[in-house]
């Protein structure tokens, strides 16, 4: 045992007086309210915390934070938890991953003696061809895949999601993130601090006590000064705008929650993250990070090991000495590369080092080797302001190049300096960040039609007059003279980069993709930069030379749950809704809406519509007011009949094309007035047609007197449809409803039950006599119910969409979207006489014309476009109902030819019914087409010679 | 998310509108050639540059407007003022093919402000 | 027969939650009516409210809803008296939505943080005072806000398609449970 519980630190973040129990690899453990489970299974002499996803080395831990490639765990039911960063809950169970079928002895480790041909590519390269053995390939390979164990039956986990408008975001409270927080909140502005760790102070949380006393006397600043804090929050992304994803993983109500902020000014304040260094044995167990020793040491009081080998290049590795130093450890050699010191190799088993080899050929014993090589600049949300940042050799890291004037960079990622000058840097952003907030938020507010009015002119974005940070000397030290790990979480070595290089993936963002260098779980953050530097090597080239990755969103991995957020899944019902859920009605989801399927048996409210009475819910039936004198020009426009001649009272059907001619809406329009009138649309088509509407009075006819209102939710549709209709409807109306009063597409307004202002208009979808009623939607539930008290002697009863469905397609009425797509052009529906090309003007007319083949350019002898035609088929094995969309093929040579849209069992005619769409040729009354069924099967259906199977001359809905 | 210089409302985020795409004229429906037409619906200039485009205030005040965007940088310049008549541009929006015109199951749903 | 009487949206049933900071009550039977007035009627001087802004005249609230319409909400007697004032000459038109919206008041001091949940609007005083008059993406369904502040407590108007209403309601009860909140139906 090697590693183990110091006595109590200064600085130390756990609380001893609060022991927690979990189990870890499924043995008792035990740690303390504030560790992270990482600290806790170190404190406990575990070095091991899992093997790597590919070869299934043994990994100890290498940073001990967020970052940490080497310490994944399983924890419950949660795979891939990041122990390094994830605090210890009582009562956990924390497990390793990548162990099968142990930590200690790992079969699948087997690989790494094999691993020359795990080289990169090996699974592009090996497994492709033949490409019919890869369901065998792939059933092995997955028995390899990397990562925890997903529990299917684990709960739902709650998530919550926010929005908010601060002034200034800082994204990272360390020294400079907090001062520049408390300087832009004494400036005025809202703010809002997001930190990635448990604790605001960053690298001072882990320094010496002069550091924690300014990091609390800056913590203790920035919440007088009315700062909103976000702890364990990490700002994933910048968009355009300075639109922000935040995630906010430890939330008392949630999971998760995905804050979404529009910030005025961004202050990137991210730190600088500790960068690896790549030699051979640079993965085995004890090799750890500077800044990694002394988390474990400073904050959870950890002994990271006994005899310890310290190779620094920086100020952060000599501190690590005296840390080391005074935690108990043996600091048997420093090895100090300011100074041409360097190290080459680590020997010893798998699961520990024992020797660390220096570049002068001397060998020291020690079982911890602590590295201090330098630091990578976390560019992310810079990249995702458009900033492309620029290598400086001589500190050996990248620097910001130019941000918008709505993003500003402080803290390290800016410069170096004392802790001092980086709090004053930090103080004179957060001032800059608060002045140009002012600026964009005048704009804001002046520009916004809602706001409070604003006085004087726009204040000008604010110069940025800040003192620069400088910029230390650094070594560039990236890879020994030795090949080691680069990406410790995908198992990539620097000799992989180099033979991938050779083979010709000699560009940045090639190399990474064809490698999977810089793609794991730490996404670069450690990784990337020595990924550069030996591409740059074997280039020959420099760092500068070479460039890096764009660094895309998100900043840390968030989960699915929280980009969901809470479920907004709006749904829509009619006012009668509470009564068909009373009656048994089956439920379907259309579009938004909830709507009665049917009631039980829909063959029979069928049978009923045809032989008595039946109403239907058609409430989501998309309804438009018109009003306006030019109200008929619009519809002429918009429709490809006529309308100027619909007189009061009248009612007309209607197709409606996109320009490209393809028939996008139908409906009847009703004239109710002089200068009313009212629009259906299709129940998908209500907002589209709208906008359509909407768009062509605005952009091609402002001067029309139109004013279109939806009124959809208005009224609650309901339509009476049957031969005992007239009689029911006669019931409860005062309108006049006998034929001669009230014939056929004819509209009337009037009371009905009791409830004034109901619109009634006599149309026949469903192919009978029926009419159509609108009414007030607060009292259509009360209508619903009268009609069905009243119809009880007639037989009434209700029926659902799919009686509907199969009342229509009895009469051949085509489905606007389900028996055309976007390439059924207007003519081929089979309502050529409704396409009136002597009109001025309409949507999509010159289309029509050439499909009519009377557009400009055709002469006399020019043919219309070969389209499919919609028809009308019967199945010749009344038995065999077709799924819609089943294909209609050539029956030797299984060409398709067309397709089944619409197919059901015609209870009135005992007949398999349906609608195709087929080649002109295949279009004749009497044509025999072969459909292919799913079984495989095939089957025959004539071609009809009217679209409608039942009643084709209209008489009972004429009745 | 852009925030886009409705002149009406102020700024509001791109979810709240639609985007029409660049605003091209209407050729004459009764002489246009095929050649005419189908540029009219198909063909967009889509330069790394400035594009007149259209966009529709689709959760806001429901008004079309045609504003300058840079593809490149998302610069906007020069929205109509609110008194302006969008049509009395020579620009016209009737650019919407049947893949355009929002058609299917869920044409009646909002779309997600992401 | 029975006589008919007007049917909230709302047909769950809620039991109210005693010193909740935030209340919700659905006021879905007040009357409504849309005016649209073309430029140069005489219906926009009469109205006299800019868009994006309303006023309280009476017992009525008259919102400029868009840069052509306007909302006058309250009780549908009151609503009446306003709109037969307003002169309809020219391109002008009524539409009665007292059946096709639902209409709901939320209400308390951090009412807006209830409608930041739900919402990606800035809410502030100074973007949205009272008096201000939006339409906004609610929990995924265009609704018109309207700030009507009830005795200096914060308070807004929320209007939706009526089929939403039960939806909507119960959105908004789930953003403010984090704060607390009673239905009032």
Not at chain 1, 216 to 223: H, I, P, T
């Amino acid at each position: 045992m090697t590693l183990r519980r110091l006595p109590q630190q200064a600085g130390e973040v756990i609380d001893r007086s609060q022991p927690l129990k979990f189990t870890w690899n499924g043995k008792p453990a035990v740690g303390y309210q504030g560790d992270t489970i990482a600290s806790a299974i170190a404190a406990g002499g575990n070095r091991i915390m899992s093997r790597s996803m590919k070869y299934h080395r043994p990994r100890g831990l290498l940073t001990a934070d967020f970052w940490d490639p080497n310490a994944f765990v399983q924890v419950d039911d949660e795979p891939n938890v990041r122990s390094g960063h994830r605090q210890l809950t009582d009562g956990i169970d924390v497990s390793p991953q990548n162990v099968w079928p142990s930590l200690d002895y790992d079969i699948k480790a087997a690989n790494q003696l094999v691993g020359r041909f795990l080289s990169p590519g090996f699974y592009y390269k090996t497994f492709i061809h033949p490409q019919k053995l890869w369901p065998a390939y792939e059933k092995v390979l997955a028995q390899f895949a990397p990562g925890g164990t997903v529990d299917y039956e684990s709960e739902m986990a709650y998530f919550d999601k926010r929005y908010t408008h601060p002034d200034v975001v800082v994204a990272g409270g360390g020294p400079a993130g907090m001062a520049a927080a408390i300087a832009a909140a004494e400036a005025g502005a809202s703010v809002l601090l997001v930190e990635h760790e448990h604790y605001l102070g960053g690298h001072l949380r882990y320094g010496t006590e002069e550091d924690r006393a300014l990091a609390n006397g800056l913590e203790v600043a920035a919440r007088a000064a009315g700062v909103e804090i976000l702890l364990d929050s990490t700002v994933t992304g910048r968009y355009e705008d300075n639109w922000l994803g935040i995630v906010q993983r430890s939330h008392p109500l949630a999971s998760e929650r995905l804050i979404k902020a529009r910030a005025k000014t961004l202050i990137v304040a991210a730190g600088l993250i500790e960068r690896p260094y790549v030699f051979e044995g640079n993965d085995r167990p004890g090799v750890m990070l500077a800044s990694a020793a002394r988390r474990l040491i400073n904050m959870y009081a950890v002994q990271p090991g006994e005899r310890a080998v310290v190779f620094t290049a920086n100020e952060s590795g000599d501190q690590t000495v005296a840390d080391l130093e005074r935690a108990g450890v043996t600091v048997a050699k420093v090895v100090d590369a300011r100074a041409g010191g360097n190290i080459v190799s680590t020997e010893g088993s798998q699961k520990a080092i024992e020797s660390v080899t220096m570049a002068d050929g001397t060998s020291v014993d020690a079982d911890l080797l602590i590295t201090a090589v330098g630091w990578t600049a976390p560019t992310s949300l810079l990249n995702m302001s458009g900033d492309r940042p620029i290598y400086d050799p001589s500190a050996a890291r990248f620097f910001p190049d130019r941000t918008p004037d709505n993003v500003l960079v402080t803290g390290g990622l800016a410069g170096d300096g004392t802790v001092d000058q980086l709090v004053e840097h930090g103080r004179e952003t957060g001032t800059l960040a608060a002045a140009r907030a002012a600026a964009v938020a005048h704009r804001l507010q002046a520009s916004t039609a809602r706001a409070t009015p604003v006085d004087g002119a726009e204040p000008a974005m604010a110069a940025d007059t800040r003192n620069p940070l400088g910029r230390d000397a650094h070594p560039e030290l990236y890879r020994s003279t030795t090949h080691g790990i680069v990406d410790y979480s995908e198992d990539v070595g620097s000799k992989d980069l180099v033979s991938a290089t050779k083979e010709g993936y000699d560009s940045v963002e090639l190399l990474k993709r064809y490698t999977t260098a810089t793609m794991g779980p730490a996404q670069g953050k450690l990784e990337t930069v020595n990924t550069v530097a030996v591409l740059a090597e074997a280039r020959g080239e420099t760092i500068a030379e070479v460039g890096t990755t764009i660094w895309r969103p998100p900043y840390a991995p968030l989960t699915l749950g929280a980009l969901a957020g809470r479920i907004f899944e709006p749904e829509r019902v009619s006012s009668v809704h509470s009564w068909h859920v009373a009656n048994g009605a089956k439920p379907i989801l259309a579009g938004q809406w909830i709507r009665p399927e049917h009631y039980g048996n829909p063959e029979a409210e069928v049978m009923n519509v045809r032989e008595n009475v039946g109403i239907i819910d058609v409430s989501p039936l998309g309804k438009l007011d018109l009003q306006g004198a030019d109200v008929p020009k619009l519809l002429n426009l918009l429709y490809t009949n006529k309308w100027s001649k619909l007189d009061v009272g009248a009612v007309r059907y209607g197709i409606m094309c996109a320009e490209d001619g393809v028939v996008m809406d139908d409906g009847v329009t009703g004239r109710l007035g002089e200068n009313r009138w009212l629009m259906t649309t299709t129940s998908s088509g209500a907002g589209s047609v709208w906008e359509w509407a909407e768009n062509w009075l605005q952009t091609a006819h402002p001067d029309w007197d139109v004013h279109i209102t939806p009124v959809t939710t208005s009224y609650t549709s309901i339509n009476i449809a049957g031969p005992k209709s007239r009689e029911l409807l006669s019931r409860l109306t005062d309108v006049p409803v006998d034929a001669d009063s009230f014939e056929y597409m004819r509209v009337r307004t009037g009371t009905v039950a009791g409830v004034a202002d109901c619109v009634m208009w006599r149309i026949g979808f469903t192919g009978e006599l029926s009419f159509e009623l609108h009414v007030p939607a607060g009292y259509g539930l009360h209508v619903w119910e009268a009609l069905m008290a009243e119809g009880a002697d007639l037989g009434i009863k209700p029926f659902g969409l799919e009686a509907q469905r199969v009342l229509r397609l009895e009469k051949g009425h085509f489905i606007v979207g389900q028996d055309t797509d976007g390439l059924t052009k207007a003519p081929t529906t089979g309502l050529q006489p409704l396409i009136k090309l002597d009109k001025d003007d309409f949507a999509g007319k010159p289309e029509l014309a050439w499909a009519m083949g009377q557009g400009v350019g055709d002469d006399e002898s020019s043919s219309a476009i070969d389209l499919p035609v919609l028809v009308s088929v019967q199945m010749t094995d009344s038995s065999i109902v077709p799924p819609e969309a089943s294909q209609i093929v050539r029956p030797k040579t299984n060409e398709i030819l067309g397709r089944i849209t619409s197919s059901r069992y015609s209870p009135t005619l005992k007949a398999s019914i349906g609608l195709a769409q087929v080649p002109p040729a295949y279009a004749a009354s009497g044509t025999q087409l072969t459909v292919l069924l799913t079984s495989g099967e095939r089957t025959t259906a004539t071609v009809q010679a009217h679209h409608a199977h039942f009643d084709p001359d209209g008489l009972r809905l004429r009745a | 998310m852009l925030l886009v210089p409705c002149p009406h409302c102020g700024p509001r985020n791109q979810s709240d509108l639609r985007l029409l795409g660049e605003a091209v004229p209407r050729p004459n429906p009764n002489t246009a050639t095929r050649k005419e037409w189908g540029d009219y619906l198909y063909l967009r200039e889509n330069p790394a540059d400035w594009v007149t485009e259209t966009w529709y205030c689709r959760v806001g005040c429901r008004q079309y407007f045609t504003v300058e965007r840079h593809q490149a940088t998302n610069e906007f310049r020069n929205p109509p003022l609110p008194g302006d008549k969008v049509g009395n541009s020579t620009y016209t929006t009737i650019t919407v093919g049947s893949s355009g015109s929002q058609r299917g199951a869920n044409a009646n749903s909002e779309e997600q402000p992401s | 027969m029975t006589s008919p009487t007007f049917q909230s949206p709302v047909t769950n049933g809620y039991s109210p939650t005693p010193g909740a900071e935030l209340t919700l009550t659905d006021q879905s039977n007040q009357g409504k009516m849309i005016v649209r007035a073309g430029a140069g009627t005489g219906a926009r001087g009469a109205l006299a409210q800019p868009f994006a802004s309303s006023r309280v005249a009476g017992s009525v609230l008259i919102a400029g809803t868009r840069p052509d319409e306007w909302m006058i909400l309250g009780p549908s007697d009151a609503v009446s008296s306003v709109v037969s004032s307003i002169p309809d000459a020219g391109h002008v038109s009524f539409v009665d939505w007292t059946h096709g919206r639902a209409m709901f008041r939320l209400t308390g001091n951090v009412a807006s943080s209830a409608l930041e949940k739900v919402c990606g609007l800035d809410w502030s005083d100074a973007m949205m005072p009272n008096g201000a008059v939006t339409s906004a993406s609610v929990a995924k369904v265009t609704c018109d806000v309207i700030r009507n502040d009830e005795d200096d407590t914060p308070s807004y108007l929320i209007l939706c398609d009526r089929s939403f209403g039960q939806y909507m309601f119960d959105a908004l009860l789930d953003a403010g449970e984090e704060f607390t909140i009673s239905a009032v139906v």
